[in-house]
């Protein structure tokens, strides 16, 4: 798990902190984790002006600023791949403020099908652009700490039922606190990780959502 902040100037923190958030939109699809191999100025620019009523100047820039993210983004984590044959998913939050997620909900990422296809090497990024960030665990033995979380995941599985959610939570936050060290992304900071079975696989969870917030997400999958 690597950390790592965003360098951007004070104009373009002020138009990200500007746009309107009124409900929940990510323009990319992620049915079925297909690869996004276009330019994704024209989506974001079109979720911002569904997430609220935005200006066509806010839209703009908006997706203008986290275009550029992205492609900076890919770039960084290719390298630290070291890949050259790769495709890529995204994720982009707009999210009004919820209490959905008053309860941490700790997990880790399984490898995604992108297109359809068993993965072989991915790394993800999160990055935080406004509102509460992501929650993320380093550990002292990962691999074990992660191995006790995704048998405590199965056994008491939240998606069944949602009161499972507290017993989740009251299970795993004892071993976090006794092994781990628990961080949260402050806005313009991201966080890189790896996802499925790795040792170095990210223990992270959804913030408690006092406030509305937007998430950048790259997903970057060798071939």
Same mark, same amino acid.
């Given at each position: 798990?690597?950390?790592?902040?965003?360098?951007? $100037?004070?104009? =373009?923190?002020? %138009?990200?902190?500007?746009?309107?958030?009124?409900?929940?939109?990510?323009?990319?699809?992620?049915?079925?984790?297909?690869?996004?191999?276009?330019?994704?100025?024209?989506?974001?620019?079109?979720?911002? &002006?569904?997430?609220?009523?935005?200006?066509?100047?806010?839209?703009?820039?908006?997706?203008?600023?986290? $275009?550029?993210?992205?492609?900076?983004?890919?770039?960084?984590?290719?390298?630290?791949?070291?890949?050259?044959?790769? =495709?890529?998913?995204?994720?982009?939050?707009?999210?009004?403020?919820? *209490?959905?997620?008053?309860?941490?909900?700790?997990?880790?990422?399984?490898?995604?099908?992108?297109?359809?296809?068993?993965?072989?090497?991915?790394?993800? &990024?999160?990055?935080?652009?406004?509102?509460?960030?992501?929650?993320?665990?380093?550990?002292?033995?990962?691999? $074990?700490?992660?191995?006790?979380?995704?048998?405590?995941?199965?056994?008491? *599985?939240?998606?069944?039922?949602?009161?499972?959610?507290?017993?989740?939570? =009251?299970?795993?936050?004892?071993?976090?606190?006794?092994?781990?060290?628990?961080?949260?992304?402050?806005?313009?900071?991201? %966080?890189?990780?790896? %996802?499925?079975? $790795?040792?170095?696989?990210?223990?992270?969870?959804?913030?408690?959502?006092?406030?509305?917030?937007?998430?950048?997400?790259?997903? %970057?999958?060798?071939?």
């Amino acid at each position: 798990m690597k950390f790592f902040d965003i360098h951007i $100037s004070a104009n =373009n923190k002020n %138009v990200l902190s500007q746009i309107n958030i009124k409900k929940w939109v990510d323009p990319f699809n992620h049915k079925g984790n297909p690869s996004y191999n276009k330019n994704p100025y024209d989506d974001i620019y079109q979720a911002i &002006m569904d997430t609220g009523n935005n200006s066509h100047e806010i839209a703009h820039h908006g997706s203008q600023i986290i $275009s550029e993210m992205i492609r900076l983004g890919i770039d960084k984590l290719k390298k630290k791949m070291i890949v050259t044959d790769y =495709n890529v998913i995204l994720w982009l939050r707009f999210e009004p403020l919820t *209490d959905e997620f008053i309860m941490p909900r700790w997990h880790i990422d399984g490898n995604y099908r992108v297109n359809g296809i068993d993965a072989k090497h991915q790394k993800k &990024m999160l990055i935080s652009l406004r509102g509460p960030g992501t929650l993320l665990n380093e550990c002292n033995d990962n691999f $074990s700490v992660i191995q006790q979380i995704r048998e405590i995941n199965r056994e008491h *599985d939240r998606y069944k039922d949602s009161k499972n959610i507290e017993i989740e939570n =009251n299970l795993i936050e004892p071993i976090l606190r006794e092994k781990c060290i628990k961080h949260q992304l402050q806005n313009f900071q991201g %966080v890189m990780y790896d %996802v499925g079975n $790795s040792h170095n696989a990210g223990i992270h969870s959804e913030p408690n959502g006092t406030r509305s917030r937007i998430l950048l997400g790259i997903l %970057v999958n060798e071939l």
